[in-house]
């Protein structure tokens, strides 16, 4: 009857043996307790053992990151020192060549220094050879201030005096020559060319007596050119002609009033191109 009473029961009867095995686990895992230390030797304290391997297990995450810690600081040195290795290496070699350049520009300056020294030599050498300069007109302005009461001599005017009529004369020798040039050069005369297109009355009309009607007309500045006979409809065609005048003799108006005036063959006349030449 009390074994069926406690059979119901939920009771944990193994607790001791489980509590054995984690006290053996704990002094393993921190080699605090060897593994074959008898259970009952051994003091029962849970709680001290669970604190113990935490502040372990946290000293052992400590020393790991701070290892980490370390390691992660000496590669970043060691890839900031290539770095800046590399950099020293760009700026030397960079340094290198504007010393080149430098030097370059020094020889060339040099070169220029000793050509202007030459030059100048040269000069000086031949300056007695050289005529004085023509006075100019800046040399008696510079000579104003100096009044010295002899106003009866003048060293420089009569010389700007002849410069001044020599250089009329000549400008006026030019103008002359340029007006001769111009009055001998043939004046330009202005031409059109015009295309006219000459419509008879029906397609009974002889468009050859049309077209010699119309070369009839003579006027002074006409002349008459190529012409042909273009299809209108209704087997009606009108005469296209080319005519060159020149537009102060002959004008548009004028070309219709003498070609309208052969009433027998000519019904209109239009402007159908007028082109300047």
Request: net charge negative; aromatic share 6%; glycine share 6%.
């Amino acid at each position: 009857m009390a074994a069926n009473v406690l059979a119901n029961e939920n009771i944990w009867f193994d607790k001791c043996k489980y509590d054995d095995a984690e006290m053996k686990y704990y002094s393993q895992m921190h080699d605090s307790v060897p593994a074959d230390t008898p259970v009952q030797n051994t003091a029962w304290n849970p709680p001290a053992t669970q604190e113990n391997g935490a502040s372990n297990i946290l000293r052992d995450i400590a020393r790991a990151r701070e290892n980490i810690q370390k390691s992660l600081a000496g590669s970043a040195l060691q890839g900031g020192d290539g770095e800046l290795c590399a950099r020293v290496t760009t700026l030397e070699k960079e340094n290198l060549g504007l010393h080149k350049e430098v030097e370059k520009l020094r020889l060339t300056l040099s070169k220029l220094e000793l050509r202007l020294s030459t030059v100048e030599e040269s000069l000086g050498g031949s300056k007695p050879a050289v005529c004085p300069p023509a006075p100019t007109r800046a040399q008696p302005a510079a000579q104003q201030p100096v009044e010295d009461g002899d106003d009866d001599i003048d060293l420089f005017g009569s010389s700007d005096e002849e410069d001044s009529r020599e250089s009329e004369r000549v400008r006026e020798e030019r103008l002359r020559q340029y007006a001769v040039k111009k009055s001998n050069k043939p004046a330009l005369v202005a031409k059109s060319s015009i295309l006219l297109d000459v419509k008879p009355w029906d397609d009974e009309t002889d468009m050859g007596k049309l077209e010699e009607c119309v070369r009839t007309v003579v006027m002074d500045g006409l002349v008459w050119g190529a012409s042909k006979l273009v299809p209108v409809g209704y087997g009606i065609k009108k005469l296209q002609i080319q005519c060159v005048v020149e537009d102060d003799k002959v004008g548009t108006d004028q070309l219709e009033e003498g070609i309208t005036k052969f009433e027998d063959y000519v019904q209109s006349v239009d402007v159908a191109a007028f082109n300047k030449v």
